[in-house]
């Protein structure tokens, strides 16, 4: 039995016998003992979930390495590739970070020369009387 499995049995151990012990309070009369006890419960249950949840993860990761024996050679292979695809991403997302080339600066600095009476308005800037 292993330590996962031996933790597991305690818990449910002790889950059963605080759950009982309530129960038996409450049949006696003793409601103080028995709600102290149910508090109790909820903490043992919460262990036990605990316990299980961990060992059936444990489970799986052994199953998991087990399976993956005959694939052990390629891990380089793969460790690669993953590289490679890394590096492409972060050469696409530094592309795609640069700042768009504008076409309408060089079109309002032609209209600003050609139309000497006219002016372009940036936002919040704006005047009621023109400039002279």
Not at 113 to 118: D, F, V, Y
Request: hydrophobic letters at 55%; one cysteine or more.
């Amino acid at each position: 039995m292993t330590r996962l499995e031996l933790r597991a049995a305690i818990a449910a151990f002790m889950a059963a016998t605080v759950v009982m012990g309530a129960v038996i309070c409450a049949a006696y009369g003793w409601t103080v003992v028995a709600s102290a006890l149910a508090i109790y419960a909820l903490g043992a249950g919460a262990w036990l979930y605990h316990s299980v949840e961990r060992l059936i993860v444990a489970r799986r990761i052994s199953t998991v390495r087990s399976a993956a024996k005959p694939l052990q050679p390629l891990l380089p292979v793969m460790a690669a590739i993953m590289g490679l695809t890394q590096a492409v991403v972060r050469s696409l997302t530094d592309v795609t970070d640069l700042p768009a080339r504008s076409r309408d600066l060089p079109v309002l600095r032609w209209m600003e020369a050609t139309r000497a009476n006219r002016r372009v308005v940036d936002g919040d800037d704006v005047d009621d009387e023109p400039e002279n």
